[in-house]
Structures are given as C-alpha cells and as structure tokens.
C-alpha cells in the first residue's frame, strides 16, 4: 500500500466531495448534503478559508496506450480528516474534526489511523488545548476506532442547530 497523509490542495475538492456524499448514504442522509461544490471549494481554499483538511492518497497506476509512455500515474483520494479551529470560553483553541473517512473498499488497513494520527500531531504542534468531534450513537465501528485512542465519548449533550 502505497499511502500519502498531505494537506488537502484545491485540486483534491472533486474527490473529497465524492467521500462526502459517500459518507451521507453511509449516515442513510444523503439528501442532507446541500452544500454546492464552489461554496466547498471556496470555503476550503478562497480568500478567507474556514476548513482545512488532509488527505489519504494512493497512487493509480493505469494504462494509457494512446499515450507517449504507457503508465500514467494519478493520486486518488481514499480518504481525509477536515477540521476547522472553535474556541472554548474554558479550554481555549481546539481542532474540531468535522468530518474522518475513508472510502469504504479501503477500510480496515489503518488509515483512518493515520489520518487520526496527523490530526494529533499538528495539534499539538499548533498547541491547541485538543480535538474534539461528534460521532453517531449507532457508528459502532467509528465508535470503536475512538476508543483504541482512549477516547472519551460524552452521551450528555444535544446537539442544536438552525438552518437557513
């Protein structure tokens, strides 16, 4: 396996948005994805960005005979953490992970991990006061991954929201 964990570069939005829309059948929401690919691009990558992510790369290696050399390489998105900094009147900055996949034919070969492993690592570099996410009462296999890090999963809050 030949796995690249990189910041996430505009041209990755294509791919990412694929995940994402993977992720909601996934969550059995995928009417719930309303976000337009150049509001994505631009919120990640415009002028005043409001997400960062990295992401899971693989490189393809496929035959091309009408061109000059007969294997061209691509980099498929298999997989990305994207996260944005909230503030905590208590704690201070944290990273909050909006979002960890990694497509379903390449699970369970540790690089959720290894994208999990990144977010911890430019945290602490950034000395944010930690991570925090949100995961589904009924993902056990999310779940699961979050706990081998000995993570505290909190059942005493509601989530609110308004849309507009």
């Given amino acids: 396996m030949n796995i690249t964990i990189r910041p996430a570069e505009k041209k990755d939005c294509a791919q990412m948005m694929q995940l994402v829309n993977e992720l909601a059948l996934y969550e059995k929401a995928p009417e719930q994805v309303t976000v337009s690919f150049d509001h994505f691009v631009e919120s990640g990558f415009g002028s005043n960005p409001v997400w960062w992510a990295f992401v899971a790369t693989q490189m393809e290696i496929y035959d091309d005979s009408d061109a000059e050399q007969s294997d061209v390489r691509g980099e498929k998105v298999i997989?990305?953490?994207?996260?944005?900094?909230?503030?905590?009147?208590?704690?201070?900055?944290?990273?909050?992970l909006e979002d960890l996949l990694v497509t379903e034919d390449m699970r369970g070969r540790g690089i959720g991990a290894m994208l999990f492993d990144q977010l911890?690592?430019?945290?602490?570099?950034?000395?944010?006061?930690?991570l925090v996410w949100q995961v589904l009462d009924w993902n056990e296999p999310a779940i699961n991954f979050y706990k081998k890090y000995n993570a505290g999963i909190d059942a005493g809050w509601l989530n609110g929201s308004l849309s507009f």
């Fill in 79 to 96: 997989g990305f953490a994207l996260y944005y900094i909230r503030y905590s009147t208590w704690k201070g900055q944290r990273m909050y």
């Fill in 120 to 130: 911890i690592q430019s945290c602490k570099e950034k000395k944010y006061s930690g």
